[in-house]
């Protein structure tokens, strides 16, 4: 089971987005404002300030570019861009995913959950996978 870092040992980075401020669980240091960003354009210092927090914190094997980033969100409010890479949804259960003979392992996943009034509302699960 993905999606629990202390059963699963992933290790994860969590942001959160509230009135155009993003900030982050781990990254205690990390904010930034997104109002006036340009949340589609690929390139947008945005979409690098995520990346390098990603890589910084996670350190990964294949670093995450602003493009994918980008292209992840853009996915998930359903305006999809062209990526080089390959994203896949999953199902989930509370925003953990079953990793099957470890198909997953390596790769990036993104939970996008969603919070009404400190309520679960719902949540998607992808996988970004590399060519």
């Not at 669980?25 to 990390?30: L, Q």
Request: net charge negative; with cysteine; hydrophobic share 35%.
């Amino acid at each position: 089971m993905c999606g629990d870092p202390l059963a699963s040992g992933t290790r994860e980075v969590t942001f959160s987005i509230q009135d155009d401020l993003i900030t982050s669980t781990e990254i205690t240091e990390f904010k930034y404002n997104g109002k006036g960003a340009d949340w589609f354009l690929p390139d947008s210092r945005l979409w690098q300030e995520l990346s390098i927090a990603i890589n910084q914190t996670l350190n990964p094997a294949q670093e995450i570019s602003a493009k994918d980033v980008a292209g992840v969100w853009c996915f998930l409010i359903d305006e999809p861009i062209d990526m080089s890479a390959e994203l896949i949804e999953l199902p989930s259960e509370y925003g953990e995913f079953y990793n099957e003979d470890s198909q997953f392992n390596g790769t990036f996943y993104f939970r996008f959950q969603e919070v009404e009034d400190n309520e679960y509302i719902s949540d998607r699960i992808l996988i970004l996978r590399h060519a």
